[in-house]
């Protein structure tokens, strides 16, 4: 059975930084590109930042560049997102996403963690 398990989520006052995480398991870690979507109340959820199978290749939305850094360490079957310099818009439910890639057309998703940026 597959998991992915998001942690790290809190209250972060604006300016603050925090790290989430996305642990998997039940799947072959390296044969998923791996990404962070993001959803506030009342608004669609969004591509946060995108990491390939193998960690060469990034992608990150307008709005987050320069502030957040998305990373894996295959290893440990485990994704990170460091984000500094919070803004109250960077609050949201932020997702896990684990999609398969060629051949493999899996696509799995966590439950999120709440993150607050509030005073």
């Known amino acids: 059975q597959v998991q992915l398990v998001e942690s790290g989520g809190g209250l972060v006052q604006p300016g603050g930084s925090l790290r989430l995480s996305c642990a998997a398991s039940g799947l072959t870690f390296v044969r998923y590109d791996m990404s962070w979507h993001r959803q506030a109340p009342e608004k669609e959820r969004e591509l946060v930042a995108r990491i390939s199978s193998h960690g060469g290749s990034t992608y990150y939305v307008d709005s987050v560049k320069g502030r957040f850094t998305i990373s894996r360490d295959n290893g440990k079957n485990t994704m990170y997102l460091e984000m500094n310099s919070l803004k109250p818009e960077d609050a949201a439910v932020y997702y896990c996403?684990?999609?398969?890639?060629?051949?493999?057309?899996?696509?799995?998703w966590g439950q999120g963690t709440q993150v607050t940026v509030s005073s």
């Open positions: 996403n684990a999609k398969g890639y060629g051949n493999n057309k899996n696509d799995y």
